[in-house]
């Protein structure tokens, strides 16, 4: 009788593991002794390795359970924050205690350096306000703007050189980033910051868009009926 001798080459070793995922729990032994390769350091065994690679797994877990956990924190500070600034709008008597009350929380509350409105329509009582411009809703010098009034979408980042000469005048070096936000019917709010990184393209406007429509119905309260 001739003996004859499978030879197997490492792929169909490697591709008969696959299939039998459970062979090593019938011989633990070899699963001790089988040696695993490192990118750096001393080889290892597979129990060890495998340990190792579990301790990696469950230390990106634990990153990203924190980076959840923070972004949670955030959001529900952002929450009340808006909650609050929603109330102080509403407790006004009038459109200009209104908008005082909006740039000063936009101001205090939400840390914002530089504060600007520009209304389409102008408001008595508050002719001499420095954060306040009165521009009509037609005019040439809101061209810049169309798109953003047109969509009623907050931006946010570092504007064009003449969105930041119009908010913000002779200050306009100062600011570094803004996050605009668009006021159906109303006009444009703009917060400018001294930090580039504090309003960035992409980041999150839902509560910019909350604070839009709070701010809307706030003043629309006083408009002169039709």
């Known amino acids: 009788m001739t003996d004859v001798t499978e030879k197997l080459g490492a792929h169909e070793v490697a591709a008969w593991l696959r299939r039998h995922p459970q062979f090593l729990k019938q011989f633990p032994d070899l699963a001790l002794s089988l040696v695993v390769p490192r990118d750096e350091g001393p080889a290892a065994s597979l129990a060890s390795y495998q340990l190792e690679v579990l301790r990696d797994k469950n230390r990106e877990l634990a990153r990203r359970l924190q980076e959840l956990f923070g972004n949670a924190q955030e959001n529900e500070r952002l929450a009340v924050r808006t909650h609050q600034f929603t109330l102080a709008l509403m407790k006004q008597?009038?459109?200009?205690?209104?908008?005082?009350?909006?740039?000063?929380?936009?101001?205090?509350?939400?840390?914002?350096?530089?504060?600007?409105?520009?209304?389409?329509?102008?408001?008595?009582?508050?002719?001499?306000?420095?954060?306040?411009?009165?521009?009509?809703?037609?005019?040439?010098?809101?061209?810049?703007?169309?798109?953003?009034?047109?969509?009623?979408?907050?931006?946010?980042?570092?504007?064009?050189?003449?969105?930041?000469?119009?908010?913000?005048?002779?200050?306009?070096?100062?600011?570094?980033?803004?996050?605009?936000?668009?006021?159906?019917?109303?006009?444009?709010?703009?917060?400018?910051?001294?930090?580039?990184?504090?309003?960035?393209?992409?980041?999150?406007?839902?509560?910019?868009?909350?604070?839009?429509?709070?701010?809307?119905?706030?003043?629309?309260?006083?408009?002169?009926?039709?």
């Not at 005019?139 to 003449?162: K, N, T, V």
């Not at 006021?183 to 930090?195: F, T």
């Open 93 to 226: 008597g009038n459109a200009a205690d209104t908008l005082r009350a909006l740039a000063a929380t936009l101001a205090e509350d939400f840390n914002g350096d530089l504060v600007r409105i520009v209304a389409f329509e102008a408001f008595a009582g508050l002719e001499q306000a420095e954060w306040l411009q009165h521009i009509p809703a037609n005019d040439a010098r809101l061209q810049p703007f169309r798109d953003c009034i047109a969509e009623g979408e907050p931006l946010c980042g570092r504007l064009q050189p003449e969105k930041h000469a119009l908010l913000y005048g002779a200050r306009a070096e100062e600011v570094q980033s803004t996050a605009l936000l668009p006021v159906a019917g109303i006009g444009l709010v703009a917060v400018g910051s001294h930090d580039a990184n504090r309003f960035f393209p992409g980041m999150g406007t839902l509560f910019l868009r909350m604070m839009g429509e709070a701010v809307a119905v706030a003043l629309k309260r006083y408009a002169p009926a039709v």
